[in-house]
């Protein structure tokens, strides 16, 4: 019952939000009793810190697996099961607009597994240095959740109703090859940029 209305919180907290879902509605989405809500995570409040610490938990761990061997795997299944993580997905992008500071260190924690992957593949040989890791590290954790947060403007300009696993694949190879090759035949405009920045 625990897990059911945890599960049910996280699809009404992201669909709702925080203030507009009701434990009322929770209760009757996880099938339980408004008392049996309270009895099991005390306040409403508390219910969302366990939903943040599970969805963040989920995460991670889902982070570690695409940092691992069985990458392409992965992404494979999660892409397969766009659908079934979409409450997820939104609790997420939730959590990382809202005010309750769960959103922050969120991100926060985004920001400081991407410098360690960096650090990690520029040691491997597999990425490049560059000048300054945490200005790039803080970029691409927030290039990572912007599909999450401008998700509906995102899917419009793309040319749909909402993101979906179709869309998701449709990007992942344009957005490997800027990745990987870069998006400028020359160095003119870095050195540019170089004059006018540095000392």
């Known amino acids: 019952a625990r897990a059911r209305i945890r ?4 699809e009404l907290f992201g669909r709702d939000g ?3 879902a009701r434990v009322r509605d929770i209760a009757e989405r996880a099938g339980v009793s408004a008392a049996l809500v309270l ?3 005390g306040s409403k409040e508390q219910l969302r810190h366990a939903c943040d610490e599970h969805v963040t938990s989920a995460l991670f761990a889902r982070k570690e697996l695409l940092q691992g061997a ?5 992404i494979q299944a999660w892409l397969a099961d766009f659908e079934g993580n979409r409450p ?3 609790y997420i ?4 607009t809202g005010d309750s500071g769960a959103g922050a260190q969120l991100f926060a924690a985004l920001v400081a597994g991407t410098r360690q992957m960096m650090d990690e593949q520029i040691d491997a040989g597999v990425m490049r240095d560059v000048p300054d890791r945490d200005v790039v590290a803080a970029h691409l954790a927030t290039w990572g959740v912007a599909p999450l947060v401008l998700g509906q403007h995102l899917a419009a300009a793309l040319g749909a109703d909402e993101m979906s ?5 449709r990007s992942t190879l344009p957005l490997m090859d800027v990745l990987t090759h870069g998006i400028y035949t020359d160095d003119r405009l870095f050195r540019t940029a170089q004059e006018v920045l540095e000392p």
């Not at 599960?7 to 996280?10: E, N």
Request: glycine share 4%; hydrophobic share 50%.
């Open 18 to 20: 925080f203030e507009r």
């Open 39 to 41: 009895h099991h995570f």
């Open 70 to 74: 069985t990458a392409a795997a992965e």
């Open 7 to 10: 599960d049910a919180a996280i």
């Open 93 to 96: 992008a939730r959590m990382l």
């Open 88 to 90: 997820q997905l939104t």
């Open 165 to 169: 696993g179709e869309l998701y694949r």
